[in-house]
């Protein structure tokens, strides 16, 4: 069903059946091996742990042509681009601010106490990490939203600690882009550092003694594939929110939605990366014609167009037919998309049987590009099938349940001889012993 004059490729999968295989097979990922990168970054990795400070300084005149001095942004350069933010522009980051920050609240998990028997308490309780690392992204695009997307539900959980780098930008003279450092400066981030991609992750796993950085506990914050490894390699000493890969949207649709809205959504994807993916599923022939039509004449003449139409045409893109929704659910459930649109004649029955997804937008009137922004959702999600086990970021990622056990004598008395036959089954004598001891 391919056609010369289609910007995206069609692929007909009705009368098969599909599965995890099938899926894999002919809804590929863009093409990046990790293991490459992880190889391009590891000696600058090796590097900021052992030099610091002077290997940033070495990693962005290499990197990005710039001296990234004085490498942490001064409270001055952080208020003035408060200053000089337009008037338009804050009232949307504050906006945002107010609907993330309303979500995360509302998402805070709740203490529970559990009397297993008389004076046999155990408590959960939710502490927040002491001290976390946000990166957000400069290359292709400026991402104040992601300031507001890590920041906001950090606070939110009660972490004491917050870091920021973000990457120096050429133009405006080797700082971090001052919209960014506006969003910083907006949620109240007094601790920013002009610092860009692994050599970032590296300082903030690391810490840096000459910048009084040290080492954080938690690195969250989307990135490019050096990023994402980079955050594969320190991950054995502080936690991660995800290796986040390209940006995904998967679309199912039927006859009745609007081919142009489809087109749009699948275009505004399309326009973050060369290695977007975007994707249409649908069992009706006709709107996977319209959407062709649709994508044609939007693609032509949009401000990203080089890079929008590289990701549509590249193998990660496709639009679906198949035989009926209950097939598309299935093709959704085992990509396990990172953004989910569903526009159906029956969008909630659809909902109930999806579960693979990381965000999962409802109607004609919920397209990604809300979550990207205002929605008051998070927009840092699991990519590249991650959702299977993964989440969006939020308040929960910056908070760790404990486990608080309180037993007084009788309590205890009360389970002592099963522990000790457990214990002695294992071999463990002393466990056995540790309890003994307090009746003897």
């Known amino acids: 069903m391919n056609s010369e004059s289609n910007l995206v490729r069609s692929l007909d999968l009705r009368g098969q059946i599909i599965s995890q295989a099938v899926v894999d097979a002919l809804l590929p990922r863009a093409e990046f091996d990790i293991d490459d990168a992880l190889e391009a970054i590891k000696p600058l990795l090796a590097d900021v742990k052992a030099h610091g400070l002077l290997a940033l300084q070495a990693a962005a005149q290499k990197f990005d042509q710039v001296d990234p001095n004085p490498i942490q942004v001064s409270a001055q350069e952080l208020t003035t681009a408060l200053d000089e933010l337009s008037p338009k522009l804050r009232a949307a980051l504050e906006v945002a601010i107010e609907r993330v920050r309303a979500v995360a609240l509302a998402n805070l998990p709740l203490e529970t106490s559990t009397n297993v028997a008389k004076n046999a308490l155990i408590r959960q309780r939710w502490q927040p990490i002491d001290a976390v690392g946000l990166y957000v992204p400069g290359g292709k695009a400026v991402y104040p939203s992601s300031v507001v997307m890590n920041v906001v539900p950090a606070q939110v959980a009660g972490v004491k600690q917050i870091v920021l780098c973000s990457p120096p930008q050429k133009a405006f003279g080797g700082r971090p882009h001052p919209v960014v450092l506006a969003a910083a400066a907006l949620l109240g981030i007094e601790r920013v550092f002009n610092i860009g991609g692994p050599a970032a992750i590296a300082a903030m796993a690391f810490g840096i003694a000459e910048l009084g950085l040290e080492p954080v506990s938690l690195i969250t914050g989307p990135g490019n594939a ?135 937008f409802i ?78």
Request: one cysteine or more; charged letters at 20%; glycine letters at 4%.
């Open 226 to 360: 050096y990023v994402a490894a980079a955050k594969r390699v320190v991950r054995s000493r502080v936690g991660i929110d995800s290796e986040a890969g390209p940006t995904e949207i998967m679309i199912l649709a039927d006859k009745q939605a609007n081919a142009r809205f489809i087109a749009a959504d699948l275009i505004s994807q399309a326009e973050h990366d060369e290695h977007a993916a975007a994707v249409l599923v649908t069992p009706s022939a006709t709107l996977m014609a319209q959407v062709q039509t649709e994508l044609t004449a939007q693609v032509a003449g949009s401000a990203n167009e080089t890079r929008i139409r590289a990701a549509l045409s590249a193998r990660q893109s496709a639009i679906v037919l198949v035989d009926d929704v209950d097939a598309a659910i299935t093709v959704a459930n085992c990509y396990a998309t990172e953004h989910l649109e569903l526009q159906l004649a029956d969008n909630e029955a659809a909902l109930e049987q999806i579960s693979n997804a990381g965000a999962i």
């Open 363 to 440: 109607g004609d009137h919920s397209p990604v590009s809300l979550g990207d922004y205002l929605a008051g959702s998070n927009h840092v999600l699991p990519t590249s099938g991650h959702a299977k086990f993964s989440s969006a970021l939020g308040v929960h990622t910056f908070l760790r349940p404990q486990q608080v056990i309180s037993y007084d004598r009788d309590a205890l008395s009360e389970v002592a001889t099963s522990l000790i036959a457990l214990a002695n089954a294992e071999a463990l004598d002393a466990h056995g012993e540790a309890v003994a001891k307090r009746f003897e």
